[in-house]
């Protein structure tokens, strides 16, 4: 690709980059952040590319700790998020199954699953 | 094996970056958050599976390999990792994204004589290093290997603008001569660059700096899909690196910083630096017995959840708590400042991991005015979050930022661990004010006594 259409791409991306979180709540800045942390993890795709071109130890060495390196990112980065994201829907299903009214108080919605 | 035409290549690559910006979006509002990520691994592992069908490969089975090393180190941590703990895994995570972008520039080096590519290699390496270094420090502060203050010496910005020129001169160096060596010194300036950089930011200030290195790999990530003309990365870096700006500023303002103050803070004095000192001025504390008949005999009861109670992981307890005083008939609820725990929103992470309702958890905007009609605040483990200073002492550190207003509530109660100040280090008035009484000890245990004691009354 030539250098004019990358940088029209790139320009491009900064500003979609700019308007899809423009308007996150401040509850979801952490998993937000990991999320997109683990979206940079995509160099993974540039490692492997680097490692299949590679033709000397050393040079294959040093590409395969990039794609161990990017791999853990990516993947990590995703479970991570997954994760924690799990979290918000598991307390969405406490409410949505324990609670009938909303802005119920803690005892109804939660008592029954813990007789404590 | 035959490859994959090369249109349909960027087919699937403009899919998996179409992927990428749906997954953003999804994770900015909490209904579609969940999906929203899937949506984001999905694209990740299209762009994966398209590269091996239309790359050129050598070597396949050594790349799957060690593929399957990422793979079995990173998931297991971070299905296993402690919820508190999770701050300095996505700094681990955002590091090894930095470094692995810098070893793909220094290796690329070599296959390219262009000089416009190059200065994409110089800036891939040395912002690449940057961020590894940089998460690597704050993974050490925040896992406290090290101290969580800003560490400073004398000397610290010409030390900084030095290690800068010199970078600057080098990858100069590099972009005419494209030798392999000076490109390796350019990433150990690098990597002293980042580990200055975070250096002197104050622990308080670290959640920012997480992000905003979060936003150097997206960037570096960018400069690498220059170099390996690839659209995607090209496409994914800058998104992450736009995306990961706009949240570092909405971090800074949640907290009532600046970046630039954040970061150049130290250098000039002014950053989150404060003192261990421990105070020999008198407080009132109290057994866990009196604070349960406070409770107990309350009409409304605001928590005010902070760090504290996350490391001590007595959030489960801080939930029965609640429900215990809500059999008695007490209103209760949870006040959530914006950067309570250690990261924006990681408060409410924990207590929706201790399955408090959604409903309970009320931002600061909301809560604010009803500290008024509270008869008890309980602050459990926060400190910073509820300390006067930041609206009266303009010479505080964390003068400023906006607060929960714990102190109109008609009793405070403080569960400490010691009188220590919190992690921005700065001493809190309010634990000497007349309505507050204090409980000292680990914050799961304190709960947990407090607990008995109110089903005993």
Do not use: C
């Not at chain 2, 509002?29 to 790359?55: K, Q």
């Amino acid at each position: 690709m030539d250098g004019m259409s990358l940088l029209t791409v790139t320009v491009l991306a900064v500003f979609v980059g700019f308007e899809v979180v423009s308007k996150v709540s401040s509850t979801l800045h952490t998993p937000l952040m990991s999320g997109a942390n683990a979206i940079h993890g995509i160099i993974l795709v540039g490692a492997i590319i680097v490692a299949g071109q590679a033709a000397e130890p050393w040079i294959l060495a040093v590409a395969l700790l990039a794609v161990v390196l990017a791999t853990a990112n990516l993947v990590g980065g995703f479970v991570v998020t997954d994760r924690m994201l799990h979290m918000f829907r598991a307390r969405k299903d406490v409410a949505s199954g324990g609670a009938p009214v909303q802005g119920a108080p803690l005892n109804q919605s939660t008592g029954k699953e813990d007789p404590k | 094996m035959t490859r994959l035409d090369p249109v349909w290549t960027s087919l699937l690559y403009l899919a998996a970056a179409v992927f990428f910006i749906l997954a953003l979006r999804g994770l900015s509002s909490p209904r579609t958050a969940r999906r929203g990520n899937l949506i984001g691994a999905f694209g990740a592992l299209l762009a994966v599976v398209t590269v091996f069908l239309s790359a050129r490969l050598d070597n396949i089975p050594w790349i799957i390999g060690a593929i399957a090393v990422g793979t079995a180190v990173a998931a297991p941590v971070a299905r296993r990792v402690q919820m508190t703990q999770m701050p300095q895994l996505v700094a681990l995570f955002n590091g090894v994204g930095g470094g692995a972008a810098a070893l793909v520039a220094l290796l690329e080096l070599s296959h390219t004589a262009d000089p416009w590519v190059r200065v994409a290699i110089v800036f891939t390496l040395l912002v690449g290093a940057v961020s590894f270094a940089g998460s690597g420090v704050t993974f050490a502060k925040l896992q406290e290997l090290m101290t969580t203050r800003p560490v400073v010496f004398p000397g610290l910005p010409v030390v900084m603008a030095a290690v800068l020129l010199a970078a600057v001169g080098t990858a100069g160096a590099v972009v005419l001569t494209g030798s392999p060596a000076l490109a390796v010194l350019l990433m150990v300036l690098g990597l002293a660059a980042g580990a200055l950089l975070v250096l002197p930011v104050g622990g308080a200030d670290v959640p920012i700096v997480i992000s905003l290195l979060n936003a150097f790999t997206g960037l570096a990530v960018a400069a690498s899909g220059v170099v390996l003309g690839n659209v995607l990365l090209v496409v994914a870096g800058t998104l992450v690196g736009a995306s990961g700006s706009i949240l570092t500023r909405a971090m800074a303002a949640a907290m009532g910083r600046s970046v630039a103050g954040i970061l150049f803070g130290a250098f000039k004095g002014g950053s989150t630096a404060g003192s261990t000192a421990v105070s020999e001025r008198p407080v009132r504390s109290s057994s866990a017995e009196d604070v349960a008949v406070l409770l107990g005999y309350a009409q409304r009861v605001i928590i005010v959840p902070g760090y504290g109670l996350a490391v001590a992981q007595g959030q489960h307890t801080a939930a029965e708590l609640a429900l215990a005083l809500e059999a008695r008939g007490i209103e209760v609820d949870f006040a959530i400042h914006p950067v309570a725990g250690r990261m924006p929103g990681h408060m409410n992470v924990l207590l929706a991991e201790a399955n408090v309702p959604y409903e309970s958890l009320k931002e600061m905007g909301e809560i604010n005015s009803e500290f008024r009609m509270a008869d008890v605040a309980l602050v459990v483990g926060a400190n910073d979050v509820v300390n006067p200073a930041a609206k009266t002492s303009s010479g505080s550190p964390i003068y400023g930022m906006p607060i929960l207003e714990v102190a109109d509530a008609r009793q405070v109660i403080f569960l400490k661990r010691s009188m220590r100040p919190g992690f921005a280090g700065i001493e809190n008035e309010l634990l000497y004010e007349p309505q507050t009484s204090l409980l000292f000890g680990d914050a799961k245990d304190s709960l947990a006594k407090v607990l008995g004691a109110v089903k005993a009354l």
